[in-house]
T-cell receptor, first 114, second 114 residues
């Protein structure tokens, strides 16, 4: 069975500090991996995706993630966060061979403090 | 272009009633997926429709059903509502034909069952 584990439910960090949000996955087949962000009372917005090729993926808003097959990880990083990055972040993998079927982690709430 | 539109945004229903939620995908998108988001269970996949056919289904009871019309608009229905059905219901649309097309999410419908 496929699954996604986000290791931290909450991550507090000061503005301009670096941050890493951790994600591990389990899958017996090749995976496509995604990071989404959700602001309060909003839907989800795609930050970045890994489909194939380079294991370092760059996304919007200065975020990047590295796919590590041996560690089955897809951690999200940003070198310097802003107050506006405060939101909930979800790691997801594509299940069932269709991007219409995403399996999500439980989410990590990033709280950026001044 | 217009994004994914979900109606209504908020809904309050009584236990035992039924409810219908609507999702209008981005123009040209043929795949519509539905997700349930709750604090306890997180984001869970309900089902996906592509070209009016259910392509994938999550692990939800038969009280949850959906359909897709020829213009790709989709509805989901929940019958005999239970308190535990209170959740944010998110709809996502994508082109659906290829695996690496992005899924765009609506703002969701927040259903409260009392």
């Amino acid at each position: 069975a496929q699954s996604v584990t986000q290791l931290d439910s909450q991550v507090p960090v000061f503005e301009e500090a670096p941050v890493e949000l951790r994600c591990n996955y389990s899958s017996s087949v090749s995976v496509y991996l995604f990071w989404y962000v959700q602001y309060p009372n909003q839907g989800l917005q795609l930050l970045l995706k890994y489909l194939s090729g380079s294991t370092l993926v760059k996304g919007i808003n200065g975020f990047e993630a590295e796919f590590n097959k041996s560690q089955t990880s897809f951690h999200l990083r940003k070198p310097s966060v802003h107050i506006s990055d405060t939101a909930e972040y979800f790691c997801a993998l594509e299940g069932g061979g269709s991007q219409g079927n995403l399996i999500f982690g439980k989410g990590t709430k990033l709280s950026v403090k001044p | 272009k217009a994004g994914v539109t979900q109606t209504p945004r908020y809904l309050i229903k009584t236990r035992g009633q039924q409810v219908t939620l609507s999702c209008s995908p981005i123009s040209g998108h043929r795949s519509v997926s539905w997700y349930q988001q709750t604090p306890g269970q997180g984001l869970q996949f309900l089902f996906e429709y592509f070209s009016e056919t259910q392509r994938n289904k999550g692990n939800f009871p038969g009280r949850f059903s959906g359909r897709q019309f020829s213009n790709s608009r989709s509805e989901m229905n929940v019958s005999t509502l239970e308190l535990g059905d209170s959740a944010l219901y998110l709809c996502a649309s994508s082109m659906g034909g290829a695996v690496n097309t992005e899924a765009f999410f609506g703002q969701g419908t927040r259903l409260t069952v009392v």
